[in-house]
């Protein structure tokens, strides 16, 4: 039976939800924008103003952000709210035989060691404080991302932007201060803020993302970019940061890490950083129905949104980053999924594609390379024989900059007269004189390469030309570097 996301209308402690005037309608968008990227910003803010606002006394005070409030329903289309909704349900969530975090829940968590400044995966998150739009001071959970500026942060983007109760059009969030390793049970302020507390000065969102909680919440457009001030240094040089993966979801091994906050209810208090072990697949969007309701659409039309049923998702974790196992590279952000108490639960991040990521990086960081693939061919140094020789093509494919890709397409295109024996170093379909690969990930500064292995037939030209090429976004500026040709020289005896 499909799964069905549901929206409930509530008026929540950390966001109001409110009902669109009207079904489809988005609210104005009153920020400066660039609609050609696809990016709006705040109005600039003073760091310095955030970080003297949110004391200690404000911090424990602080509620974490209410979820987009998702259940799955029995049916697609229900037009009647689920049970689970009638009464309070236990906070267990995952089926046991799901839980792959050693020593995790019920809920799949485990408490990330301390302390949080002892590795990259828990010193480079951190929880996000901020007065939300509606006035409330509320929290969320946040990373450093590589950027050429060094001080960037990405989180959720109904963390930074939200249409107020009773409003027709969406607003910033304000305050916001970041606390990279927040620790709010250490037993003074250096303790609890390792490394400090980060003003911001602008965020960026996807324009496309609209807060309208009837809307859409739970869409691919739910990430964010923050810029906090510099100190002495820069937030990257003091923590580290993740390096961006480029790709449009499917099926990885992730570690997600953040705040989970339940009041009252230790570890989920806000004050622990939890984390949890997660197998992903690709998740159906959210489509407004204008109704209360919204259903899902395919995984196929997703555009790049990761669901894991091994981790129940928590309030105040939004915006934490999903890593690659093993590699602590970035691929999403955590959105959406099951309520707090919902049964049977799963969590949603938006992986970080061109459409939403890349709208707001290049806005954010213009001076960063992002998505720079290029691929350069090389053939045999002797000619070959036509009719009874073969000959192997090497393609090696580069990636500059600050951000790896995953699942990069590579295509071989022959000639008349050769044909195809084998392709190595990727995933790869043959079909006649064409070869059509798939590298997993390539990362800056570890090329990958591909050999080709084809035959040359007495019908070959004197100097047949083999291409290569290698696909990537509209992040890659200059793309003349990503095709490669190269021309053969055969003989006849």
């Not at 004391?55 to 974490?64: E, L, P």
Request: with cysteine; aromatic share 6%.
């Amino acid at each position: 039976m499909p799964k069905v996301l549901v929206t409930t209308l509530t008026t929540l402690a950390g966001v109001a939800l409110a009902v669109p005037a009207t079904a489809g309608q988005q609210p104005p968008l009153t920020p400066a924008q660039d609609r050609a990227s696809g990016a709006a910003s705040s109005p600039l803010m003073r760091p310095a103003r955030a970080v003297r606002y949110w004391t200690a006394s404000k911090q424990a005070r602080a509620t974490a952000t209410e979820l987009p409030r998702s259940l799955k329903a029995r049916a697609q289309g229900a037009t009647e709210l689920p049970k689970s909704l009638e009464a309070p349900a236990q906070l267990r969530s995952v089926p046991e035989g799901k839980r792959i975090t050693p020593g995790g829940d019920a809920n799949g968590y485990a408490p990330m060691p301390r302390p949080y400044t002892a590795t990259a995966q828990s010193r480079v998150t951190g929880r996000l404080f901020y007065v939300n739009s509606n006035g409330l001071e509320d929290s969320c959970s946040a990373s450093v991302v590589r950027s050429a500026v060094g001080l960037l942060i990405v989180t959720a983007a109904h963390c930074v932007y939200s249409v107020p109760l009773g409003a027709s059009a969406g607003q910033w969030h304000t305050n916001f201060a970041f606390v990279p390793a927040y620790d709010g049970q250490a037993a003074d302020v250096r303790g609890r803020e390792p490394y400090g507390r980060w003003g911001a000065r602008r965020a960026w969102k996807p324009d496309s993302y609209t807060g309208m909680s009837g809307g859409d919440w739970n869409s691919l457009y739910d990430i964010a970019l923050i810029e906090v001030g510099r100190k002495n240094r820069t937030l990257q040089d003091a923590v580290g940061a993740f390096t961006p993966i480029r790709n449009q979801g499917g099926a990885y091994t992730v570690a997600t890490t953040g705040y989970p906050g339940v009041a009252g209810r230790q570890p989920y208090d806000g004050e622990d950083q939890l984390w949890c072990l997660a197998k992903t697949e690709p998740a159906g969007g959210i489509a407004d129905t204008g109704t209360l309701f919204v259903s899902r659409i395919t995984a196929t039309s997703a555009g790049g949104r990761m669901e894991t049923h091994n981790c129940h998702l928590f309030k105040g974790h939004s915006g934490g980053p999903w890593l690659l196992r093993g590699t602590d590279d970035l691929i999403g952000v955590l959105s959406a999924g099951t309520e707090d108490g919902g049964a049977d639960g799963y969590s949603v991040a938006n992986a970080l594609n061109a459409e939403s990521y890349g709208a707001i990086i290049k806005q954010a960081d213009p001076q960063g390379v992002y998505d720079a693939l290029s691929i350069s061919a090389s053939g045999p140094h002797r000619p070959v024989r036509r009719g009874r020789g073969s000959a192997t093509v090497r393609a090696t494919v580069t990636m500059r900059g600050l951000m790896g890709a995953a699942q990069v397409p590579v295509t071989f295109t022959l000639p008349a007269g050769t044909s195809l024996s084998s392709v190595n170093g990727a995933s790869c379909k043959r079909s006649g004189r064409q070869a059509t690969c798939t590298i997993a990930a390539v990362h800056p500064g570890s090329p990958v390469r591909l050999t080709a292995r084809l035959r040359v037939t007495r019908r070959a030209a004197l100097h047949p030309r083999v291409t290569a090429h290698v696909d990537s976004s509209r992040l890659d500026t200059d793309q003349r570097d990503n095709t490669s040709t190269v021309a053969l020289s055969t003989y006849r005896r």
